[in-house]
């Protein structure tokens, strides 16, 4: 599988490790600077080349640039053929979302953490509980000093870039199980245009309750997931220490690659790489456009909630699809 990137900011170097952990060569890196691009392209062997010239005989496109790209980055993809990972969140709008989703294609949609040997292990275990009551997942991480993700104009804060992860798994562990309706506070820092801190809580068809805990304030990082039902509760840790108890008995992790950087394996970026080459060989997508919509719909209607402390938004959300996460939140932009 020979990739291109479209995008080479941080997470690009995350993407080359995986791809490098699966034998898959980087032939082409595209970015809006060009000294960034050649930067990427000489640690990665590819060649630096401007958008117009993806996808440059590659296989698959991984796009992970800003939100409110993703849209023509995956376009470009599909309408050139080829198989692309398309990092979250899915789009800055659902309007944008919606027109991916219609379009199309061979599409991945980034959700590493759904490929995470611990989360995999997890979900077998939340499996054997029964009907699920309760789930509570926390991502707490110190405030990011890079990319840009404190920019308004980007859709969104904490909630829109750690969110997408969180929720993401909410959705998975509660399976078939709908939302119905979301309620959300959003905390912003004097400092910050964009919240960087948030509380979402879902509520599901059968009763599941759903707490999603998300700060950009915190010392050190923590992500956990609890899950309980009637007859029990499983509760892994991602970061720092990776550890999964069922019952309040711990349980053997599941075994790493040797050949691979244990912490990008062990936050799914290598099997999600894995996966990808699956997609070029003609696989469907486990985790796909739809999905990253309907991740970004709850995100959507979470940041609207939060425009109202205490109101709750109805799901399948009916609010403005035109709007980033941000702007239902602030409400500054005229009709």
Excluded at 15 to 23: E, F, G, M, P, Q
Excluded at 65 to 88: F, N, Q, S, W, Y
Excluded at 128 to 133: F, S, W, Y
Aim: glycine content about 8%.
């Amino acid at each position: 599988m020979r990739l291109a990137f479209a995008g080479a900011g941080m997470i690009s170097v995350v993407h080359a490790l995986s791809a490098a952990a699966v034998d898959a060569p980087v032939i082409a890196v595209a970015s809006r600077t060009r000294a960034r691009a050649v930067e990427r392209a000489e640690q990665t062997g590819a060649r630096a080349l401007d958008y117009r010239d993806l996808p440059a005989g590659a296989d698959a496109i991984v796009v992970c640039t800003p939100p409110d790209r993703h849209l023509a980055d995956t376009m470009k993809a599909i309408d050139a053929g080829v198989a692309v990972l398309v990092e979250k969140p899915l789009a800055a709008t659902l309007t944008e979302a919606d027109r991916l989703v219609d379009e199309g294609g061979r599409v991945l949609y980034g959700e590493n953490l759904a490929y995470s040997p611990l989360f995999v292990a997890t979900h077998r275990a939340v499996a054997d509980l029964g009907p699920l009551e309760f789930v509570e997942i926390r991502q707490l991480s110190p405030r990011p000093t890079w990319g840009e993700f404190l920019d308004p104009r980007r859709g969104g804060g904490v909630l829109f870039d750690l969110g997408s992860h969180a929720i993401a798994l909410a959705l998975l562990l509660a399976g078939a199980d709908a939302p119905v309706s979301v309620r959300a506070s959003l905390g912003r820092s004097p400092d910050l245009d964009v919240d960087d801190a948030a509380e979402v809580l879902i509520e599901f068809a059968s009763g599941l309750r759903a707490r999603i805990e998300v700060d950009w304030r915190s010392v050190d990082t923590v992500w956990d997931i609890q899950a309980s039902s009637a007859d029990g509760v499983v509760r892994t840790e991602l970061i720092p220490r990776p550890e999964i108890e069922v019952g309040g008995e711990p349980v053997e992790l599941p075994l790493l690659r040797e050949s691979t950087d244990p912490m990008i394996e062990r936050l799914g970026y290598v099997e999600q790489m894995r996966t990808l080459a699956a997609v070029v060989d003609g696989a469907d997508p486990p985790v796909d456009a739809r999905f990253g919509r309907r991740v970004l719909e709850l995100i959507c209607a979470a940041y609207a909630a939060a425009h109202t402390p205490g109101s709750a938004v109805a799901l399948p959300f009916t609010g403005r699809r035109d709007r980033t996460p941000h702007q239902l939140w602030s409400d500054t932009v005229g009709p």
